[in-house]
């Protein structure tokens, strides 16, 4: 066994026993390169990344391969979930070559860590001859080499001020070019199945958060229509497609098609945290079922599959199982015909399944598997079969029994085991989102008990001598958390808050800001750098800009400086908030599809936010009221008395045994109404 048999990462343990001599990434590991004079080679990938997995299979666990690498170089295995700070730089450095990035992603480095040459997955062969090539050239061209690899590092320490023209001079907020590049991005849409026209697909969910709230926003009933309409066709598809596990719930990263009908079938805790936010947003909005059903099978999946017994949340499920992509998750029709016994009714009720979840007798998928999705909702099925909505929920309810019941027998993928803090915030948002957006008051219970865990969990285990970490090991906090961590909690909490009322959540979060605001805030350039100063010195010390499958930490910072500053009266917050916004005009102007949570956040900028103070006994049945009458675009703070903790709570009062409810917009308050008059 190599060095990795002592890793945390589960990804990199599964590499312990190739006959590759890998090492972790740490100061030992890089001395021994330069002390022995040889290139590195960086493969970065994590646990449910299938192509990852082939390549280990292809060549790391080659007896041949290994020998070329053993002799040759030092080879370090990267989990890009627990170290994104080094991943960043060296996909940052396979882009600056012309290349698309994606893991495997496999760099070669200089013995002083400056990167020479990258790329992803390689086949054996290609792999062996690349590895030959770059050792006569190491030896041979070495000088040529060091030249290319500060060349490249250059490049990477690159401002992102200056690399992307980002401006200080605006000085006006302006939503017109928000509505402007919103214009040019419906040349993008997918107007048949939803989502960028594209292939393959990724969800995106902080693109349609901003499009849910430009839909509210917008003036221009034309453009606040397309917003919504494409927003919900996206929303639909995504929902009844493959991509959507429709048996056990929890979507998958992204489907290779542009139908949302074969995924990649690893989930991603990240992707199914911002998903609950996204749906329990759109059910909020519009009160539409399918939105709330949605909404149950994110959250039972989460709780089931990735809920720790330590109440924090597990990283992600594998897309293989027994060495198969998606074995785990596909049927064969004999297997299916087999679960419905041989009779009149039975039959009856299995040509009803097979015409719902679109089953083919010899596949709808590859080697005669069937992915199961469908092309109806419920409702619109009952009236095309002529059935009460009723009965089909209920017999959707029955299938989806059956074959969860049948589909556990089988052996499952891993799970990553990591309790990544990020991720963890992302999902103490969405069961934040989830419950103020429904008006169950048991299950909102059930949803408060299990926020509130995860809370106490991240206080108590992944905050640390007043700093946060990336994950946690043996019940502790393990290695220097990230902007990202800090975001991603920050926001957790200002939900948390929105919720539950305590003010102890808004201290937290107020407490996390000041750190960030000392150890990862750029004042020349107005933005939060990606790494703690404190932290391990690399190559180079990168900002995250552009929103993706995840928002930018950046454009989630300027977020939470706007709700935390005004939540607080915090001015310099909101102004800090402002100025990072601004900078982004120029590319908010130019394309927003990858700006999402960026235009969010700047649309909050050009509007009046309303804040709403709710005093009394009933200030939680109140809060829930106000919630579902505004929507969108509001702060909420409550209080069974008046809370001198907060400024705006000053002058506002409450008779006895009557709840009042304030709304103000900026410094000027409305008439107090009664909850009754909600």
């Not at 066994?1 to 026993?17: C, E, G, I, T, V």
């Not at 992600?316 to 009779?343: C, T």
Request: glycine share 4%; net charge negative.
């Amino acid at each position: 066994m190599n060095q990795l048999q002592f890793a945390h990462s589960p990804y990199l343990k599964q590499h312990a026993h190739n006959p590759v001599d890998w090492h972790e990434w740490n100061d030992t590991t890089l001395e021994k390169a330069r002390s022995e004079n040889k290139p590195v080679i960086v493969s970065i990938g994590y646990s449910a990344c299938h192509w990852c997995h082939v390549m280990e299979r292809e060549s790391f666990e080659n007896e041949q391969v290994a020998q070329i690498m053993n002799k040759n170089f030092i080879s370090i295995k990267i989990d890009r979930e627990e170290r994104p700070d080094i991943d960043a730089i060296y996909m940052d450095s396979l882009q600056a070559m012309g290349q698309r990035g994606g893991w495997p992603l496999n760099a070669f480095l200089m013995p002083t860590g400056e990167p020479f040459y990258a790329g992803t997955y390689f086949p054996t062969q290609d792999w062996i001859n690349l590895l030959t090539q770059i050792v006569k050239v190491f030896q041979t061209q070495n000088d040529d080499l060091q030249k290319s690899a500060q060349n490249f590092k250059q490049i990477i320490n690159a401002s992102e001020v200056e690399k992307y023209g980002l401006s200080h001079t605006k000085k006006e907020i302006n939503f017109e070019i928000l509505e402007s590049s919103f214009e040019d991005l419906i040349d993008n849409f997918d107007t048949r199945k939803g989502g960028m026209e594209k292939a393959p697909k990724f969800i995106m969910p902080c693109l349609w958060e901003f499009l849910l709230l430009f839909s509210q926003i917008s003036t221009k009933n034309i453009l606040t229509q397309k917003a919504l309409q494409q927003t919900e066709l996206t929303l639909f598809q995504i929902g009844l497609g493959g991509i959507n596990d429709q048996i056990g719930g929890g979507f998958a990263r992204y489907s290779v098609d542009e139908n949302w009908f074969a995924p990649h079938f690893e989930k991603m805790l990240y992707d199914n945290a911002q998903l609950l936010s996204l749906y329990s947003d759109a059910y909020l909005i519009t009160k539409k079922k399918f939105y709330y059903g949605i909404t149950i099978s994110i959250y039972e999946f989460l709780l089931r599959e990735l809920q720790a017994k330590n109440n924090g949340f597990l990283a992600a499920i594998d897309a293989d199982s027994e060495g198969i992509e998606g074995k785990f998750y596909v049927w064969h029709w004999q297997e299916l015909e087999k679960l419905w016994e041989n009779n009149e009714k039975d039959l009856a009720d299995f040509n009803l399944f097979v015409q719902y979840y679109q089953i083919e007798k010899n596949g709808n998928w590859e080697e005669n598997q069937n992915i199961l999705y469908c092309e109806f909702t419920p409702q619109t099925f009952a009236q095309a079969h002529q059935i009460s909505e009723e009965i089909i929920i209920q017999k959707i309810k029955n299938w989806k029994h059956k074959l969860f019941t049948q589909r556990e027998k089988r052996i499952k993928p891993s799970t990553d085991y990591k309790i990544i803090t990020a991720w963890n915030g992302l999902t103490l948002t969405g069961l934040c989102r989830f419950y103020r957006s429904i008006s169950d008051t048991t299950l909102q219970k059930n949803i408060l008990e299990n926020a509130e865990k995860l809370a106490f969990f991240i206080q108590n285990t992944l905050f640390q001598n007043e700093k946060l970490y990336r994950q946690e090991k043996n019940n502790q906090g393990n290695l220097t958390a990230y902007l990202e961590d800090y975001a991603c909690v920050i926001e957790g909490f200002l939900a948390l808050y929105q919720t539950h009322f305590n003010k102890k959540y808004i201290d937290f979060a107020e407490k996390l800001m000041q750190y960030c605001m000392k150890n990862f805030w750029d004042e020349a350039e107005n933005l939060f750098f990606y790494t703690d100063v404190n932290a391990e010195k690399l190559i180079a010390r990168k900002k995250e800009i552009f929103d993706n499958v995840m928002p930018a930490s950046n454009s989630m910072m300027a977020k939470n400086l706007f709700y935390l500053g005004n939540i607080t009266s915090n001015q310099n917050y909101i102004d800090i908030s402002l100025k990072m916004c601004l900078q982004m005009t120029k590319l908010l102007e130019n394309n927003i599809e990858y700006l999402g949570n960026w235009a969010y956040t700047y649309t909050l900028h050009t509007q009046e936010l309303a804040q709403i103070v709710i005093v009394g006994k009933q200030y939680l049945e109140a809060s829930q009221k106000i919630i579902h009458k505004f929507k969108t675009n509001f702060i909420v703070l409550a209080a069974e008395n008046e809370n001198n903790d907060f400024e705006l709570f000053e002058g506002k009062t409450s008779p006895k045994n009557k709840t009042l409810i304030y709304i103000c917009y900026g410094k000027t308050c409305q008439k107090p109404i009664e909850i009754e008059e909600i």
